[in-house]
Nanobody, 127 residues
């Protein structure tokens, strides 16, 4: 099993920024991809960004390109999501997820392919 714990959410003003953290523990060697998803009130969970543990290759959904930046610290088993230029549309619960996935856009952006999930961290952007 892999345990996933997110932190770093909060209330920010329009245009503000946050740094979200995702710490993995347990059998992390059974995973190769870590992703971030978010869910706004009344909406379905959507893909945000993901990173490959080994290569560091990243992928973003179009709406966050240029504003969000995903990175990893392998020594700390931690993945970060730096979010900036926040708007109220970015409000939601941000979830970190891990799994062993083939690196294709369809696969890494589909939440059903991730086996391990955290409890989420709330990000609220005020206008």
């Amino acid at each position: 099993q892999v345990q996933v714990v997110e932190s770093g959410g909060g209330l920010v003003q329009y245009g503000g920024s946050l740094k979200l953290s995702c710490v993995l523990s347990g059998r992390t060697g059974s995973t190769n991809v870590v992703g971030w998803f978010r869910q706004a009130p009344g909406k379905e969970r959507e893909f945000v960004s993901t990173i490959h543990w080994i290569s560091g290759t990243t992928y973003y959904t179009n709406s966050v390109k240029g504003r969000f930046f995903i990175s990893r610290d392998n020594a700390k088993n931690t993945v970060y999501l730096q979010v900036a230029g926040l708007t109220p549309e970015d409000t939601g619960v941000y979830y970190c997820a891990a799994g062993f996935l083939s690196w294709t856009q369809a696969t890494i952006s589909d939440s059903r392919n991730y086996n391990y999930w955290g409890q989420g961290t709330q990000v609220t952007v005020s206008s």
